[in-house]
């Protein structure tokens, strides 16, 4: 079975330009979620989706958005980047949104803006 | 506010059992334990949970005190691709998003 995949693994940007990434669930998942890793930090949760609507999204400013396809895959826009976007951003998917169910995520994209 | 106590960093020999501990001392009574491991510069990856019961997976095995405030995660036989930063979660009610602590940094030595 087939894990969370994420495209691109690495990603150079300039400040100002936009962002693209995507993510595709697990086969039969219907929620996922966005993260942000920057260096040093912990994860930072940033947006969740489920059944193509986004039920919640984590402290981040309105140049961060979002998507989920009819198919379950998603895609998270930065617009206006900024240095201090360069991160990881992980993608995890699970079975029905909320709590208690594991989540579990992709290999991430690294996002360098220069 | 920290849910979650975990030693920064262990080491542990090749082949031995690794025994990660964890303190979740103010746990309420719907609220599970997680863990996840990552290895750096990849996605966290899930390990195992559980309420109340010790758990056991091909990964690894969950040990929780009868008073559900400390844990032990157990990997049997470590090996060197075990090396990577553990987290334990306690999660539940309406928590959809997981957040890390620092976690135990663990080496595996050969």
């Known amino acids: 079975e087939a894990g969370v995949t994420q495209s691109p693994t690495h990603l150079i940007k300039t400040r100002g330009q936009q962002a693209t990434l995507r993510c595709s669930p697990i086969?039969?998942?219907?929620?996922v979620y966005w993260y942000q890793q920057a260096l040093g930090l912990g994860l930072q949760f940033l947006l969740w989706?489920?059944?193509?609507?986004?039920?919640n999204r984590g402290n981040f400013p309105p140049r961060f958005s979002g998507r989920q396809f009819p198919n379950y895959s998603s895609e998270l826009n930065v617009n206006a980047l900024e240095l201090e976007d360069s991160a990881l951003y992980l993608c995890a998917s699970s079975y029905r949104g909320g709590s208690y169910n594991e989540q579990f995520f992709g290999p991430g994209t690294r996002l360098t803006v220069l | 506010d920290a849910k979650t106590t975990q030693p920064p960093s262990m080491d542990c020999a090749e082949g031995r059992a690794a025994n990660l501990p964890c303190n979740h001392s103010?746990?309420?009574?719907?609220?599970?334990v997680y863990w996840y491991r990552q290895i750096h510069s990849q996605g966290p990856q899930y390990i195992i949970h559980?309420?109340?019961n010790n758990e056991t997976n091909e990964m690894a095995s969950l040990i929780i005190t009868e008073d559900r405030k400390s844990s032990t995660l157990i990997l049997p036989h470590a090996t060197l691709r075990d090396t990577a930063v553990y987290y334990c979660i306690v999660r539940g009610g309406n928590d959809y998003k997981l957040s890390f602590g620092a976690g135990t940094t663990v080496t595996v030595r050969a």
């Open positions: 086969s039969g998942h219907t929620s």
């Open positions: 989706y489920d059944e193509g609507e986004e039920r």
């Open positions: 559980g309420l109340k």
């Open positions: 103010t746990i309420s009574g719907n609220e599970y």
